[in-house]
C-alpha cells in the first residue's frame, strides 16, 4: 500500500522549533528562577551583544548573497533568525533566566549596575563598543534591505 505523508518544508522546522523550544524554555526558566547577580547580567549582556553582532554581520552578507532574489532572501533570513532566536533563548537558559526577566532585570537594579559599571571600566567600554557596532550594523543592513 502506498502511503502518502505531506511534510513541512525543512524552513519551516526551523522557524517553528525555535518558538516551542523558547516557549519551552520560558516555562522551564520560570520554574527555577535565580536572581542575576550585577556582575552575570553585565556578562549576559556582552554576550548577547556579540550574538547581536554576528546576526546582523550574517544577515548583511545574506542581502548581498541574495540581492537579485527577494524571495530566497526572506527564506534565508527566516531561518537565520530561527537559529539566532534558538541560540539567545539557550544564553538565556544558561544564565537561569528568560529574555522578559533580562529587560526588566535593569531597570529593578539600575543603580547597582551603574555602580558596578564605574568600578569596571573595562565591562562598560565593553558594553558600549558592542552597542554602537550593533546599531551600526543594524543601519547596514536596514540599509541593504531597503535596496530590493
Not at 533568525?81 to 538565556?92: E, I, P, Q, S, W
Not at 555602580?115 to 543594524?138: A, C, D, P
Request: glycine share 2%; proline share 1%.
Amino acid at each position: 500500500m502506498l502511503q502518502i505523508t505531506r511534510r513541512l518544508p525543512s524552513a519551516m522546522y526551523l522557524t517553528v522549533l525555535p518558538v516551542l523550544f523558547s516557549l519551552f524554555l520560558s516555562l522551564w526558566v520560570t520554574q527555577a528562577q535565580a536572581e542575576l547577580s550585577v556582575a552575570s547580567y553585565c556578562e549576559l549582556a556582552i554576550k548577547k551583544l556579540e550574538q547581536q553582532a554576528k546576526q546582523f554581520r550574517d544577515l548583511i552578507d545574506l542581502c548581498v548573497q541574495y540581492k537579485n532574489e527577494r524571495n530566497k532572501l526572506i527564506q534565508e533570513e527566516s531561518i537565520l533568525k530561527g537559529r539566532y532566536d534558538l541560540a539567545r533563548a539557550l544564553l538565556f537558559s544558561s544564565y537561569g533566566t528568560t529574555a522578559d526577566e533580562y529587560v526588566s532585570y535593569r531597570g529593578k537594579h539600575s543603580l547597582e549596575v551603574e555602580r558596578y559599571l564605574k568600578t569596571q571600566t573595562f565591562v562598560q567600554h565593553r558594553i558600549e563598543s558592542l552597542s554602537n557596532e550593533v546599531r551600526s550594523l543594524f543601519d547596514k543592513y536596514e540599509s541593504l534591505k531597503g535596496k530590493e
